[in-house]
C-alpha cells in the first residue's frame, strides 16, 4: 500500500519522522507531500524541506518525497495512493483532523483518512514551538533530525 504524508513540514520534527518511519513499517510506502502554500511564508524553502526529508529518511525504504499545492485529495488521486496518513498529538489535533478527513471524504468518498497517534515522548512538538525555541537559543537536538538542527541554528544564528 501507499499512504500519502501531507504537511508543510517546516521544519520537519522527530514526531514526524516517527510517522514516516512507523508509516513504512505499516503500509510499505509513505509519500511524503510537502505543500507549497502561497498563503505562508516558510523559514524554509521547498528545496531545503526537501532535503531535510531525504536527508533524515535515509534510512527508511520506501519514502518518495513530492510537493504540491491545492487540495490534498488531489495530490493523493495524481499520485496513486492508497489512503492519506495523518498523526494526532492531542485532543485538539483531532478535532482538526476529522474535519480535514471529513473534507476530504466528501470530495474523494474512495480515499481513507488513517490516524497514527504521535509517540507520547514527541506529542509536544510542533513544527511551530521547534522554530520559536530555535529562535531564543534553546536546546533543539531531542525535536528534530540532526540535518534540520544544523540549519535552524544557521537560520537563527
Do not use: W
Not at 9 to 23: A, K, Q, S
Not at 33 to 50: D, G, I, M, W
Not at 55 to 81: E, M, P, W, Y
Not at 88 to 107: C, G, K, P, V, W
Amino acid at each position: 500500500m501507499r499512504a500519502l504524508y501531507p504537511g508543510s513540514f517546516d521544519p520537519l520534527t522527530l514526531g514526524h519522522l516517527d510517522l514516516i518511519e512507523r508509516g513504512c513499517a505499516l503500509f510499505g510506502e509513505v509519500v511524503v507531500a510537502v505543500l507549497s502554500n502561497p498563503a505562508k511564508t516558510p523559514a524554509f524553502t521547498l528545496q531545503q524541506r526537501f532535503n531535510q526529508i531525504h536527508v533524515a529518511t535515509a534510512h527508511c525504504k520506501g519514502v518518495s518525497v513530492i510537493s504540491f499545492d491545492g487540495l490534498t485529495v488531489r495530490c493523493a488521486r495524481h499520485n496513486q495512493v492508497d489512503l492519506i496518513l495523518r498523526g494526532l498529538r492531542a485532543m485538539s489535533d483531532f478535532e482538526y483532523e476529522l474535519q480535514i478527513a471529513h473534507t476530504n471524504r466528501s470530495l474523494a468518498p474512495d480515499f481513507e483518512t488513517i490516524f497514527l497517534a504521535t509517540a507520547a515522548h514527541h506529542s509536544f512538538l510542533s513544527s511551530s514551538m521547534v522554530k520559536e525555541v530555535a529562535r531564543f537559543g534553546g536546546n533543539i537536538d531531542h525535536m528534530v533530525p540532526e540535518v534540520v538542527a544544523q540549519d535552524l541554528h544557521r537560520l537563527f544564528n
